[in-house]
């Protein structure tokens, strides 16, 4: 086992109490966190460059452990790859035991768990990330911790997180606004003939070059709704939507943004106002203190159906997570309880508002628009150029 020179830590990274009484409310004594997300979140910041974008290595994958014991963070411990000896020599970790010996998934977990007899914390409730601890993992707890009861940890996770701290907003705010640049600047290379798939590659490019980390582009041209990179092409008079995630540091930017080869027609201009007034609408119940649902309360007089096609509406937490806390409804795309939509919000949490009109004359027309719950309303990242921008120009 090796160790820090400090034996405890003088400051968390995060909010150590909040947390201690989340567990508290679970009937939680330790958690054993093994999603590199809440790892990072943890650590202060922290993921590890050698298995940022894949796990997999030999015939097993990285899993990083954090175990935190409740109201004992002098306890914790940090399971890590030997590489990762390298960034603890260049940053330090805080917990005062770093073990940098695991190469896969069962050694990684067998030092966990001797860690956690060692402080004793075999016995009670522990919380583990279901849906983030690999089979192998779990059977190797279940059978050699028989005398624990093991329980998911990742609403409280979610909880610890879901206010965001001004680094994290800044953060946020930056992503949103590299994306729309890159948005703007893919818009003015595209050209009568290029296809959605290369379309989508430079969207890339430009994310990538504008300091992101590409995560994905949902694409639509003309009256297609099909939003996959593929071989179909765009010409003059065609709409385009670009919808796209990237992150910075790990916090994820998701915005989408409208464009036309050429001048829209009144008809467009008129469906993308409609689009606006319904986000407008949102988004002027957003603020401290308002209760998730006045959210949906605002838009649904203006979602009616109309004359053609199909209007939907959806509104969710942003930040290390696509779709996390704020949980604010049971029946969008991402299947999940709501619960936070009779809640107050929380200045400091992050929101993703987006409009779809999938009009089967028009095209796919949507605004999405990621906004950061202030004590008096909101502010929307990266929230310029939300009319039709002007393709090729």
């Known amino acids: 086992m090796e160790t820090n020179p400090v034996v405890a830590p003088t400051r968390l990274p995060f909010d150590a109490a909040l947390l201690d009484a989340l567990m508290d409310d679970a009937r939680l004594d330790v958690l054993v966190v093994t999603s590199k997300h809440n790892v990072q979140y943890l650590l202060g910041g922290y993921r590890f460059f050698m298995f940022d974008t894949m796990d997999a290595i030999g015939l097993s994958r990285y899993l990083p452990i954090l175990v935190y014991p409740r109201g004992a963070p002098d306890k914790a411990a940090y399971i890590a790859n030997p590489n990762e000896r390298y960034e603890q020599e260049s940053r330090g970790f805080w917990p005062a035991t770093i073990i940098a010996r695991a190469r896969g998934t ?11 007899r060692a402080i004793g914390a ?17 059977a190797l707890m279940a059978r050699d911790l028989g005398s624990a009861t093991l329980g998911d940890c990742v609403e409280v996770m979610e909880s610890l ?18 994306i729309e640049r890159s948005m703007l600047e893919t818009f003015a290379s595209v050209a009568p003939g290029q296809t959605k798939a290369r379309i989508a590659e430079t969207l890339r490019q430009r994310e990538v070059a504008n300091g992101l980390v590409f995560d994905y582009c949902l694409i639509t041209t003309g ?11 765009i010409g003059d008079g065609d709409i385009l939507s670009l919808d796209s995630g990237g992150n910075l540091g790990g916090y994820i930017g998701d915005i989408c ?8 027609t009144a008809e467009l201009v008129d469906a993308l106002d409609r689009i606006d007034d319904i986000q407008q609408a949102a988004r002027a119940a957003v603020a401290a203190g308002r209760q998730g649902a006045d959210v949906f309360a605002a838009v649904a007089g203006r979602l009616a159906t109309p004359r053609e096609g199909a209007l939907s509406f959806v509104a969710h937490g942003m930040g290390l997570v696509s779709h996390e806390a704020p949980r ?12 936070h939509r009779d809640r107050p919000l929380a200045a400091g949490m992050v929101l993703s508002i987006e409009t779809i009109w999938q009009h089967p004359r028009l095209g796919f027309l949507k605004l999405e628009d990621t906004v950061a719950v202030t004590p008096e309303g909101c502010e929307g990242f990266g929230d310029a150029h939300r009319g039709w921008n002007r393709a090729g120009a």
Do not use: Q
């Open 122 to 138: 075999d016995r009670g409730r522990i919380g583990v990330e279901a849906g983030f601890l690999p089979a192998d993992a779990w």
């Open 161 to 178: 997180r879901a206010v965001k701290t001004p680094a994290e907003l800044a953060l946020l705010r930056s992503a949103s606004e590299r």
């Open 257 to 264: 943004r409208m464009g036309i080869l050429g001048e829209p």
């Open 106 to 116: 069962t050694d990684a977990m067998r030092f966990c768990i001797d860690h956690l």
């Open 223 to 233: 009256r297609s709704l099909n939003r996959a990179p593929s071989a179909d092409t």
């Open 328 to 339: 604010l409804m049971a029946d969008g795309p991402i299947p999940y309880p709501a619960a």
